[in-house]
């Protein structure tokens, strides 16, 4: 694993939460941090072990990417986790929204057409519910 540098661990958290549309005070709040702590990892300071994990559950994304990097250098976008938790009345987990993003990883597919097929697998019933469309 290379060395995080501290000013690229900024960086990548400043561009998840503002892929999110979220300010540095809706993510303080979420992790249960000062604002300022917020900004202080955005402008170059490691955040702490325990604050990395929260980071790592709130984007959907490991901490070595958080810390390092990578040719995954992105989480699973704000939109889809949105649609997803509106559609089924559950919220998607940290660790299944990275699941979702290393699964959709290489692939160039465009986010309706994600949409679309989230909505399908939503809407079929799962073992054990009846089929209310009969």
Not at 121 to 130: A, M, R, T
Request: proline share 5%.
């Amino acid at each position: 694993m290379k060395m995080p540098n501290a000013s690229e661990v900024g960086a990548r958290i400043r561009q998840w939460r503002e892929a999110r549309s979220w300010s540095q005070n809706d993510l303080a709040v979420s992790l249960g941090v000062h604002p300022q702590s917020v900004h202080r990892w955005e402008k170059g300071r490691v955040p702490e072990t325990e604050d990395l994990v929260k980071l790592s559950s709130a984007f959907g994304v490991p901490i070595e990417r958080i810390l390092c990097g990578g040719d995954q250098d992105m989480a699973l976008p704000q939109s889809l986790v949105d649609f997803f938790n509106t559609q089924s009345g559950k919220q998607l987990t940290g660790s299944q929204q990275l699941a979702l993003a290393e699964l959709l990883d290489g692939y160039d597919v465009d986010e309706s057409a994600l949409k679309s097929a989230l909505f399908l697998l939503l809407s079929k019933p799962q073992p054990g519910e009846k089929n209310s469309s009969i």
